[in-house]
């Protein structure tokens, strides 16, 4: 008897894995291989890059047009998230001091983003995640400081979860279920980690009112951390094999917990 087959959609970042770790180690694949074992349900699985979530709504609208999927997974990216909440964003170009104030904390939003632009938002998420040494380390933390005092967490948190509504809009005509993977731990900052934290919990309780399903890995990751545990690769900022496999394990438990699977 031939194995009946399901398709998901995942959205992501540095959750999507890295080739030379082995596609059997990528949490998806993981996933997919305790679906075929367990329930005789082979995995169709797409990946689709996440750059912003302002875009998220349009993006999903469109692929539930041209393809039926029975689930969507979303990371919520930390560099996205942390995108929105830092009090500075660097531009692009040349000069050392280079930085613009956070245009989604500005009342006129959308003109302030274009008037940056997306290369610059780009740019700017791409600098901050290469740095590694202990002076940008201290900088990311300043500038984090700076938007958690200006109240930039909350209406950050705010912002995301208004998107997430807009998203489970289109999907629930469509019988698609949605699992949000919550904000991984940071290895770089405490301020940052308790700023996840918060920012979990938020996500946490909106998905859950929009009958959606938030897979929140943070505890068990910081307490792997905690322990030596190396969940990143060297760059800090993708997942190692271990990151992965817990992923995938706290994936497979939200599964077991929330999915009737026929």
């Known amino acids: 008897m031939e194995n009946k087959t399901i398709s998901i959609l995942i959205f992501g970042g540095s959750a999507l894995g890295q080739n030379y770790l082995g596609l059997s180690n990528l949490f998806y694949k993981k996933f997919s291989h305790w679906m ?30 041209e393809k039926k999927y029975d689930y969507i997974f979303i990371q919520m990216r930390p560099g996205l998230v942390n995108m929105r909440f830092n009090f500075l964003m660097r531009k692009k170009g040349k000069k050392h001091v280079n930085f613009v104030r956070n245009p989604y904390m500005r009342k006129d ?33 300043i500038n984090a400081f700076l938007g958690f005092g200006f109240g930039y967490v909350e209406r950050a948190s705010a912002q995301i979860n208004e998107i997430f509504s807009t998203v489970f809009e289109f999907v629930e005509k469509e019988n698609t279920k949605i699992y949000v993977l919550g904000i ?13 934290r918060k920012m979990n919990a938020s996500f946490n309780k909106q998905i859950s009112s929009l009958n959606g399903h938030y897979v929140d890995v943070f505890k068990e990751m910081d307490a792997q951390t905690k322990k030596g545990k190396q969940l990143y690769i060297e760059d800090q900022y993708h997942l190692s094999k271990l990151g992965h496999e817990i992923l995938a394990n706290r994936l497979i438990e939200e599964f077991r917990i929330t999915t009737v699977l026929k």
Request: proline share 3%; glycine share 2%.
């Open 109 to 141: 939003k959308g003109q302030k983003i274009d008037a940056v632009s997306s290369d610059t938002l780009h740019h700017s998420l791409d600098y901050f995640q290469q740095k590694t040494s202990a002076r940008e380390h201290v900088i990311s933390s």
């Open 184 to 196: 991984f731990n940071s290895v770089k900052s405490p301020l940052v980690n308790s700023i996840y």
């Open 36 to 65: 075929l074992k367990e329930h005789g349900l082979k995995c169709e699985i797409h990946l689709k890059a996440l750059r912003s979530f302002d875009m998220l709504p349009d993006i999903i609208s469109a692929k539930l047009k």
